[in-house]
C-alpha cells in the first residue's frame, strides 16, 4: 500500500488529478473576484454552477457542439445571477438571504430541466466530452507531459484566466472601478461612476464564471448530468476567494489546493485504504477550512463588503 | 450677473418629506471665499450635494456663470468646473493617491491606466500650491490634513474653478489649518471661487469674503464680511437667539487621585502600538481635557479605562484598588461610565427602541429586571423621568433611537451614563456632530458631574471644547503623553505639542 503511494506513476497521476480536480474551482473563484471586490458577496454560486452545468449538457446533447453548450451555460450562468444582482444591487436584499435561496431555486431548477427534458431513466444521458489535447512530442514527454501535457482545452482555458483577470482588475479602468465600489462606493459615485452599472457587470461576470464552472462539470470533466454534479464547489470556491485575500494567483493556489486533496481522496479509495470512504470523501473540504481558518484572519475585505449603496443614505 | 460663479435660487429638498433646504437662495461670486454658515442639519451640505449633482432639487434653479444648467451627476458638476472636498473624504484607502484621481477621469489609453502620466501631471500641481503630495502613496498611509490636501488637489488637477469645502477645518490643528487657509487665499489669487461650509465662526471672520447664514432648512441671509459684522450677529442668525456660554459654576476643587494609570502599552486592532508607556493620574472632581488629532490613541486609551481592551503592560488603579484589564462588568459596578466615540456603533443600538437603550447596562438587574422578567412599569417610569430631566426630543420611548437626530441620540447615553452618579466618567468626543445648544448641553452635564464628585477624562479634538471645561489639558500624539498643561493654556503651545513637537516647545521655554 504505502509502496503504491510513493510510485512515480502513483504522482503523477495524483499530479495531473490534482490540476484537472483545480479547474472547476478556479474558474468561479476567478469570476467571484470579480464580484467580491465589488462588494458583493453571491453565495449563489452553487446554484448557478448548476443551472450552467443543465443548460450546458442539454444544449451539448442538443446540437452536438460542446462549445456551443459551454457557451449555452455561460449566458445562462449570467442569466441566473442577474437575479442575484437585481436583489442584491437593486431591492438592496441581505446577500447571505438571497444566496442561500437562489442555490435552493437554482438546485431544485436544475433537477426539474433534467427530469423534464431527459426523463426518467436507468442509465443517464451521455455526451461526448472535451477530450484531452494531444500534442505529438510535448504530450508524449515524460512525466512532464503527462501532468501538464495532456487535459482538455478548457483546463487550459482557465489556468488563463488567471493572468487575465490579474490584468483586468490592476491594470484597466474597468478593474479600477470595480475596487473603487467596493471600497468605498460612495467615492465612486461622487467620481461619476455608475456603482450600480459596476456592480451588475461584476456579478454578471462572476455569473458568467460560475456557468462556465457547471458546463465544464458536465461536458468535460464527466460525460453526464446528476443532481450532485457541483457537490460543494460553488461553495468552496467562495471560501477560496476569501483564503486567497481577493488575488487571483492565491486564488489558483486555493483551488489547486482543493484539487490535491480531492485527487488524493480518490487515489486513496482506489487503493482500497483502510479508512472510511465517508472520511476520505470529506477530505478536500476539511483541507480547504482548515487553509481558510488560517489564512482568512489576514483577509482585508472591502469596506462595504455585502453592504448595498444608496446615494439617498446619509 | 456676469460676476457670479454660482446662482442657487429657490432650492427646495425633502427627504421623506421633511425639507432639508426650503426655498434657499445662494450665491457665490468669482474670485471670492464665501461662507456658508448654520449647526448641523441646517442643510448646508445638502445643498452643496445638489450644487455637485448628488442630489437633484426638487424645486429651484442653478446657474453657472450665468447660465441655466441642470446638474444631473457631480460628472456633469465637474465638466461645469466644480469641484467639492466632502466632510467624510471620498478617498478608497486601500488605492494609491494617483489611482483615486483616476477613477474620476477617462483614461487616455481606452481601457488600460494611464497611471505614469496622470501621476507626473499630479505632481506638477502638487508643487504649484506647495502640496507635498506623493501621488504613489496609499491613502490610509497619509495623515488625515494630507488626505485632505489629496482631495483639493484632485478637485483642482480636475480642472475646478469652483470648489466646494465642507467642514474642512474640522479634522486639522490650529497650524494645519493656517497653512490651509493660505493655500486658499493663494486659490483666491488664482481667480477659483470657493464655498466653505463650516460651523465655526472664527472661520467666517478670519477668511471668508461674504457669507450665508442657514437655519433649519431656510436661508437666513446673506452679509459681507466686514468689521462691523459681529460674531453675536452670525450667532444669533444660526441658532435663532442667544447661546448662552453659562457653566455652571466650579463649586469644588479637585481632590484626591481617583484613576491612575502607568506605563500603559496597547495595541490597536491592526496590531500595532497605539499607546506608548501612556501614564496619567485623574483626580476626584477634575476634568481632565485629552487634545489630539483623531487617531492618535484616544480611542485605545478609552478602551483600556472601560475594559474593553487588554492593555499589553501596565498599570491601573481606581480608588488605589489595581484594574488593569478587568472585564468591562466590572468597570460598570465600580460606577466608571463611557460615553464612546461613535454614538452608532458603540454607544447604541439604533435599531432598539429607546427605553431599552436606557436601561442597556441594566438588563437583568434589579429593579428593571426580576426573576428574569423585564419589568415595564419600572422602565417606562425611568424613561418618563430621565426624558424630561435630560430633555429628550422624542415621541415615545416605543421609538427606535435611529430616527433621532444627533443630539438627543447623545442625550439618551448622557443619560444612562450620568444619571448612575459615575465616580469616573470617560467622554471620548463627546459633542462631535452636535449642534451647537447641544453641544452646551453636554459640556454642562460633564460640569455637573464633575461638581459631583466625578473624576473626568474629555477626549477631543475640538481644542474651544478642551479650553473650555478641562481642569488640565493633556496632549497625545502618536500613543504618546506630550505634556501636561494647565488651564488656560496657550491654543498655539497645545497644537504644537499635538503635532508631536515637543522640544520645540521646550527650547522656547513656552
Known sequence: ????????????????????????????????????????????????????????????????????????????????????????????????????????????????????????RSL??????????????????????????????????????VPLTWFVIEKT???????????????????????????????????????????????????????????????????????????????????????????LQLRLQA???????????????????????????????????????????? | MENMAVKMQGITKAFNGVKANDHVDFYLEKGSIHGLLGENGAGKTTLMNILYGLYQQDE??????????????????????????HQHFMLARPLTVVENVMLGRKSRRGILLDTKQTAQELAAVSDKYKMGVDPYSKIWQLSVGEQQRVEILTAIYMGAQTLILDEPTAVLTPQETELFFDTLREMREDGKSIILITHKLEEIVEIVDEVTVLRDGKMIGTKKMDPSVTKGEL???????????????????????????????????????????FSLDIRESEVVGLAGVDGNGQKELCEVLTGLRKADSGEMTLGGEPVI????????????????EDRHTTGLALDWSLKRNLIFKSIGKAPYSRNGLMQSKCINAYWEKAKDEYQIKAICGDEKARSLSGGNQQKIILAREIDVEPEVLIADQPTRGLDV?????????????????????????????????????????????????PRGADTYEIGELMMGKREEVAVSGK
Open chain 1, 1 to 120: 500500500m504505502l509502496s503504491n503511494i510513493f510510485s512515480l506513476s502513483f504522482l503523477v497521476s495524483l499530479l495531473a488529478g490534482t490540476i484537472r480536480l483545480a479547474t472547476p474551482i478556479l474558474i468561479p473563484a476567478l469570476g467571484q473576484i470579480y464580484t467580491q471586490r465589488a462588494g458583493i458577496l453571491n453565495l449563489s454560486v452553487e446554484g448557478t454552477m448548476l443551472m450552467g452545468a443543465i443548460s450546458g449538457f442539454t444544449v451539448a446533447c442538443a446540437t452536438g457542439s460542446l462549445w456551443l453548450g459551454l457557451l449555452t451555460g455561460i449566458v445562462v450562468g449570467m442569466l441566473f445571477s442577474l437575479i442575484m444582482a437585481w436583489l442584491s444591487i437593486t431591492v438592496r436584499a441581505n446577500q447571505v438571504i438571497a444566496g442561500i435561496g437562489l442555490n435552493i431555486l437554482g438546485a431544485g431548477f436544475a433537477a426539474y430541466l433534467y427530469r423534464v427534458i431527459f426523463g426518467i
Open chain 1, 124 to 161: 443517464p444521458a451521455q455526451i461526448d466530452s472535451f477530450q484531452q489535447i494531444n500534442i505529438p512530442v510535448l504530450s508524449d514527454l515524460p512525466i512532464i507531459g503527462q501532468i501538464f501535457i495532456q487535459h482538455n482545452i478548457l483546463v487550459y482555458l482557465a489556468f488563463l484566466l
Open chain 1, 173 to 263: 479602468t474597468f478593474g479600477l472601478k470595480i475596487k473603487a465600489v467596493g471600497e468605498h462606493p460612495k467615492a465612486a459615485d461622487s467620481k461619476g461612476i455608475s456603482v450600480y452599472r459596476i456592480r451588475y457587470s461584476a456579478v454578471l461576470i462572476g455569473g458568467a464564471y460560475a456557468g462556465m464552472g457547471g458546463a465544464f462539470m458536465t461536458i468535460a470533466y464527466m460525460n453526464s448530468f446528476t443532481e450532485s454534479v457541483i457537490g460543494g464547489r460553488g461553495y468552496i470556491s467562495v471560501a477560496v476567494v476569501i483564503f486567497a485575500r481577493f488575488l487571483p494567483s492565491r486564488a489558483m493556489w486555493g483551488a489547486l489546493l482543493f484539487g490535491l486533496a480531492s485527487a
Open chain 1, 271 to 314: 487503493l482500497g485504504a483502510a479508512i472510511p470512504s465517508q472520511l476520505l470523501l470529506m477530505l478536500p473540504y476539511l483541507a480547504t477550512i482548515a487553509a481558510l481558518i488560517f489564512a482568512s484572519k489576514k483577509a482585508e475585505f472591502p469596506s462595504a463588503y455585502t453592504l448595498p449603496y444608496s446615494r439617498l443614505e446619509r
Open chain 2, 60 to 85: 429651484g434653479t442653478i446657474m453657472i456663470n450665468g447660465k441655466i444648467e441642470d446638474i444631473s451627476s457631480p460628472v456633469k458638476a465637474i465638466s461645469l468646473g466644480i469641484g467639492m472636498v
Open chain 2, 235 to 277: 450667532t444669533n442668525m444660526m441658532v435663532g437667539r442667544d447661546v448662552l456660554f453659562n457653566f455652571p459654576e466650579i463649586t469644588k476643587q479637585p481632590g484626591e487621585v481617583k484613576l491612575s494609570f502607568r506605563n500603559i502599552c496597547v495595541r490597536n486592532d491592526k496590531g500595532l502600538p497605539a499607546l506608548k508607556d
Open chain 2, 325 to 340: 484589564n478587568k472585564e468591562p462588568i466590572f468597570f460598570i459596578n465600580k460606577k466608571v461610565s463611557y460615553i464612546p
Open chain 2, 437 to 485: 445648544g447641544a453641544a452646551e448641553y453636554v459640556r454642562n452635564k460633564i460640569i455637573e458631574a464633575r461638581n459631583n464628585s466625578a473624576a473626568v477624562l474629555v477626549v477631543s479634538a475640538d481644542l474651544e471644547e478642551i479650553l473650555q471645561i478641562s481642569d488640565r489639558i493633556a496632549v497625545i500624539y502618536d500613543g504618546e503623553l506630550m505634556g501636561i498643561l
